[in-house]
């Protein structure tokens, strides 16, 4: 399987990180969605990244749904969210949130570098969204006693978290 995509997108970033900690095996295709648009638009109309294309040509697109089925291929024992119930509950909202933190990063650096003139209205909003994310992780964590997010191994919430931090500093 190959996964398309760079690595300084916290999405495809996600999925690497996710792929290589259950050890699966893939190629990576660092395509750009601006300059390899086609490329990436043969396995995936919308033209995002990450796309996980599979050894029998299906490609799956979006992070989170890429993640679902790798945490069905590895089995409920490896995988890196709970199946049911409160914890996996607990898992989704800060997984949602960082996804959330991500999306709004992106879209800032999108129109800072698109955009002729930034729409300040816009930027506004991106950034004070970000900031109350950010006030929310901070006060869960200070809740959790322990190395990871939830449990006593990391998780798709720890990874979600590090690289949506990692992509707005």
């Given at each position: 399987?190959?996964?398309?995509?760079?690595?300084?997108?916290?999405?495809?970033?996600?999925?690497?990180?996710?792929?290589?900690?259950?050890?699966?095996?893939?190629?990576?295709?660092?395509?750009?969605?601006?300059?390899?648009?086609?490329?990436?638009?043969?396995?995936?109309?919308?033209?995002?990244?990450?796309?996980?294309?599979?050894?029998?040509?299906?490609?799956?697109?979006?992070?989170?749904?890429?993640?679902?089925?790798?945490?069905?291929?590895?089995?409920?024992?490896?995988?890196?969210?709970?199946?049911?119930?409160?914890?996996?509950?607990?898992?989704?909202?800060?997984?949602?949130?960082?996804?959330?933190?991500?999306?709004?990063?992106?879209?800032?650096?999108?129109?800072?570098?698109?955009?002729?003139?930034?729409?300040?209205?816009?930027?506004?909003?991106?950034?004070?969204?970000?900031?109350?994310?950010?006030?929310?992780?901070?006060?869960?964590?200070?809740?959790?006693?322990?190395?990871?997010?939830?449990?006593d191994r990391i998780g798709h919430a720890d990874i979600a978290v590090a690289c949506a931090l990692r992509f707005t500093r």
């Amino acid at each position: 399987m190959f996964l398309i995509g760079q690595y300084d997108s916290p999405f495809v970033r996600r999925t690497a990180i996710a792929l290589r900690l259950y050890g699966l095996p893939f190629e990576h295709k660092p395509w750009s969605t601006f300059g390899d648009a086609e490329q990436v638009a043969a396995y995936n109309p919308v033209q995002r990244v990450p796309t996980l294309v599979l050894d029998d040509g299906e490609a799956l697109i979006e992070s989170s749904a890429i993640l679902d089925y790798l945490d069905e291929l590895v089995g409920p024992d490896k995988a890196m969210i709970a199946r049911s119930g409160i914890e996996r509950r607990r898992h989704l909202r800060i997984m949602a949130l960082a996804t959330g933190l991500a999306d709004k990063a992106v879209s800032l650096v999108y129109e800072r570098v698109l955009r002729k003139e930034q729409l300040k209205l816009w930027v506004e909003r991106c950034e004070g969204q970000i900031s109350r994310v950010l006030a929310v992780l901070d006060q869960e964590r200070a809740a959790v006693p322990t190395p990871y997010w939830l449990g006593d191994r990391i998780g798709h919430a720890d990874i979600a978290v590090a690289c949506a931090l990692r992509f707005t500093r």
